[in-house]
């Protein structure tokens, strides 16, 4: 997909944007009321919380899948943006206290936000580099499977030598993610560039793909050692509540949207450490969102709770990521990977189909991820960003209030 | 009769044959002696009665139609045999098959053999040599996947390659080994890295020239038979030690937003300072150099050396790239422009060579992302610059102690010094401000006069700011002509500062007229307080009185004491000021005085005062003497 096609959404403010600068420079603080304008627009922003949240809950097979997640941050910047536009609009109600130590609060958890983007690229990063081996797998398998010149579809029976080459990337694959495994679960890592620094000590006999398993191993470039993405989380969701009756009506409502997109936030980054690799992963955190309070709770919180059920499946318990493509990934690469174990040449019909289907299957998520990955890579870079461009500008408009 | 002879011999040779060859390959070499002993025992014959005779190997088993179909295929399986044998007892050794080089090119020679008569099979037109080809595909994976080996650890361990023969068989690649010509000096000094360098115009040759030629004839070897990316992927795992550890030697840790952002400037600072070469070296030395050593060795095998570049070279850009990310978050406390604009110019001076470096699809991407980072770290220039204005207005107006005797404000002389400073990155900071998601600030109507440039707004906007929080600071003296002193203080300070600068030009003649004037405007403000003191002495009110003469004293005595403790910090201007004064008040009370005298009841008038004495009181104006 295009690059453009999530950015679509920031279009419209980019001038905005200026107009938020050269207002800021007249100085107008309009003193806002109670208008019912202003309902609106709270009111408005709440729908689109729970649209964004119906629509991700509209097809529950699909949840967790590399379209599900793109959905999500293509909410999320929507969201993010539609709370700036919220802001501007009351740049003056948010000098002032208890709402200008929300707001501040609020950025302050989106900074935190900042590091999982950069973890979760890399994990990103990682399954990249899986489906690069998915690729290879998949080119010689199924080359084999439609050689043809005049267009027609030409079976070739599997010849002995591909399927040695497929199993070979598959066992290279394999370790990949087992590292990843290791890597991501062990409690103290050990980022060491000593691996590499003697390399004539190191065994020149060893299988390919043992040797690749231990240089593929997977520490991000962005984080040190000791970050937990688990930690991360549970920092970001600290202390986050539905605001109380008074501070509402202290901040004639404004403490909603504030704890709306808080929220969405804590789910997003919920939701990607959930579905992608990265460091230390973990998935206790505490959500603590009145179930009718909002409109959107009831299907955010379904969602958690699936998404939490999900993880404790017991075939998805030590999974590196529920994104469902790398589950899929390792299903079909097992699957066949003892197909292949118990091939014996010439093979039956029988096991060539099997063979071909779980060739097939692999193939599917393949391309999946090949057309999406990148994408999402760079939706992840957007939210970084926009994360940065509005702390900024929000700190800017509190900072006015001190004049 | 003759035909008959030969078929006895024939039979009893494949006897003898039989009996004697136990294994495929020793078959294979005593076939070859017979016939090379005699014409008519050529090798098809013998095979093809061999297998007809129902001793055919493990690829004959063909149905009962390929009786026509023996002589091609037995030639292909006569090959396969020669190389499998030839290959099998190579791919088995334990050690680098590069440490001899003779062996080495036997391999080739073999391989390039095995992927040709593959592409014969599948040209000849007999649909049924797929056992055939089959097996030759199998000895082909077995080839590759030790090619794949060697080539790995020919890129993770040069040395333990064998050095080139001297004379090289006049092969293959005999075109290939006149293309590269290395620099000795350069190959010697592999990782140069702990040094200070100052030119960037360097490239690491990581592989000795024998090892490259070597990977690349491997490299040709494994795209031919279809293992390109297999070989591509082997570049990146072999890479990454050799990449990590040279990042790992640029002596940067890795940093997380939040650390960048709650680390002490100080400390990020000094960070800082070490990104920008460590970052020229990985953008300018590494990465080129990566990309050289994938071109050489994937010469002419697009895209394979396009994908092993931008596989290897991701993880290091994205290292030193994450850092500065992380710096573009961070806070925007002044003080940190001029670091973080040594960042941006870094990342915005290399873009054009990224153009080349990173020009092929796979490796674009890295490009887009330092032009990203580039400009967040631009917005971040602005951020910080608007940090500036707001350092301004929030500098407290009412302190418990007021800038003592009316003199130069610490905000003034910072906000002078570091404007002046920031000019010195005129052109960059016109880039940012010009640039980026915002769009110009538009400032209320621009004054057609001044300079127009964003930049030029946006400084003389500051000033403004400036200007305002010092007339509020001017307000909270008690005595308004020590505001006067205040502002003309710091006007004149602001107005030096502006001359022969930068900030001059940026700024406009028209500004620094204005500002002139409103000097002038505070010093004749300032001047009231002595016409007050003067208009004591005015003669037509009421006439020439002694008691006038007492008012008069007082109010000298009062206003001299009090304004010898205020300062005016510039000399010139300090002097000016007693002057005028001394011209204004002196003359008038001479003049009062000698009409006092002239008043005859006044005679015995006891004068306090010589006009000299009022000389010397108003010459030590303005010390800014502290009270003790």
Known sequence: MPATDYQGSSVPFASLGRSILSIRRDQVHSMDGHDPSTEQELESFQRRVSDLFADLSSSPDQILSLAWIRKLLEGFLVSLEEFRVILFNHRAAVTRPPLDRMVSDFFERAVKALDLCNAVRDGVGQVCQWNKHVEIVVQSLASWCEVDESGAKKTRPFGEGQLRRGKKTLMDLNFLIMDEKESASASHRNRSFGRSKDPHKSSSSSPSHLSSGVHFRSLSWSVSRTWSAARQLQNIAANLNAPRGHDVTATAGLAMPVYTISTVLVFTMWALVAAVPCQDRGLQIHFSIPRNGFVWSPALLSLHEKIVEESKRKDRRNANGLMKEIYQIEKSSHQLLELLDGVEMPMGEEKENQLKNSVQELENVCEILKGGLEPLERQIREVFHRIVRSRTEGLDSLSHGNE | ?628
């Not at chain 2, 003898?16 to 390959?25: R, Y």
């Not at chain 2, 017979?34 to 014959?45: A, I």
């Not at chain 2, 946006?458 to 010092?470: P, R």
């Open chain 2, 1 to 628: 009769m003759a035909e008959n002879g030969e078929d006895k011999l024939i039979a009893t040779v494949q006897h003898i044959i039989k009996t004697l060859g136990s294994t495929d390959s020793m078959t294979e070499d005593i076939l070859k002696v017979f016939s090379n002993y005699d014409g008519r025992l050529s090798l098809d014959k013998l095979h093809g009665k061999r297998d007809a005779a129902g001793g055919g190997g493990g690829g004959g088993g063909g149905g009962s139609s390929e009786e026509q179909q023996h002589v091609p295929i037995t030639s292909f399986e006569r090959t396969l045999r020669t190389l499998d044998r030839q290959v099998t007892q190579v791919i088995n050794q334990e050690r680098l098959i590069w440490s001899e080089s003779e062996a080495a090119e036997g391999f080739l020679e073999a391989v390039d053999d095995l992927i040709a008569t593959i592409k014969d099979l599948e040209a000849a037109p007999h649909g049924n040599n797929q056992p055939l080809l089959d097996r030759a595909d199998d000895l082909l994976q077995r080839c590759m996947f030790r090619l794949e080996r060697e080539f790995k650890s020919l890129i993770e361990r040069p040395d333990d390659a064998a050095p080139a023969a001297p004379s090289r068989p006049t092969g293959f690649d005999s075109d290939e080994s006149d293309e590269y010509e290395y620099d000795e000096d350069i190959e010697d000094a592999r990782i140069p890295i702990a040094r200070p360098v100052t030119d960037y115009d360097v490239v690491i040759d990581a592989l000795p020239p024998g090892s490259v030629s070597d990977l690349h004839k491997i490299a040709r070897r494994m795209v031919a038979a279809g293992f390109g990316r297999e070989c591509a992927e082997t570049y990146v795992v072999a890479r990454k030690g050799f990449l990590e550890e040279s990042v790992a030697r640029l002596g940067l840790r890795p940093r997380t937003a939040e650390e960048v952002k709650s680390a002490p400037w100080d400390e990020l600072e000094l960070d800082i300072a070490r990104w920008i070469p460590a970052f020229n070296m990985v953008f300018k030395i590494l990465i080129p150099s990566e990309r050289r050593l994938c071109d050489r060795l994937f010469d002419g095998l697009l895209p394979y050396g396009d994908m092993a570049f931008a596989g290897a070279s991701r993880p290091p850009a994205l290292q030193l790239l994450s850092f500065a990310d992380a710096v573009a978050a961070a806070s925007r406390t002044p003080e940190r422009l001029f670091r973080v604009v040594d960042m941006y110019e870094s990342a915005r001076d290399l873009l054009p060579e990224l153009e080349t470096i990173f020009s092929d699809e796979y490796s674009c991407a890295l490009r887009n992302e330092v032009a990203t980072v580039c400009s967040a770290v631009g917005s971040s220039i602005k951020g910080i610059f608007m940090e500036l204005e707001n350092l301004i207005r929030r500098d407290p107006v009412r302190v418990s102690v007021p800038v003592h005797g009316g003199g130069l404000h610490p905000i003034t002389r910072y906000v002078m010094n570091y404007l002046r400073a920031a000019c010195g990155s005129r052109q960059t900071l016109e880039e940012v401000m010009e640039g980026g998601e915002f769009g110009p600030m538009s400032v209320g109507p621009v004054d057609p006069d001044r300079p127009t440039s964003s930049l030029a707004i946006h400084i003389a906007w500051i000033m403004d700011v400036l200007q305002k929080n010092l007339d509020a600071k001017s307000e909270v003296y008690r005595e308004p002509a020590l505001s006067c002193v205040f502002l003309m203080n710091n006007g004149k300070y602001i107005l030096q500062k502006v001359k022969d600068s930068e900030l001059g030009v940026l700024l406009g003649e028209e500004w620094s007229k204005q500002m002139n004037s409103k000097v002038r405007r505070w010093t004749r403000e300032y001047h009231r307080v002595w016409a007050k003191i003067i208009s004591v002495l005015q003669i037509n009110d009421g006439g020439v009185r002694p008691e006038k003469l007492r008012v008069f004293n007082n109010y000298l005595e009062e206003n001299c004491k009090t304004q010898a403790e205020w300062l005016i910090a510039d000399e010139q201007m300090r002097l000016d000021l007693r002057m005028s004064i001394m011209d204004s008040v002196v003359p008038a009370y001479r003049t009062f005085l000698s009409r006092l005298k002239a008043i005859s009841d006044c005679r015995d008038v006891y004068v306090k005062f010589t006009p000299e004495d009022v000389e010397a009181w108003i010459g030590e104006l303005f010390q800014g003497t502290e009270k003790r």
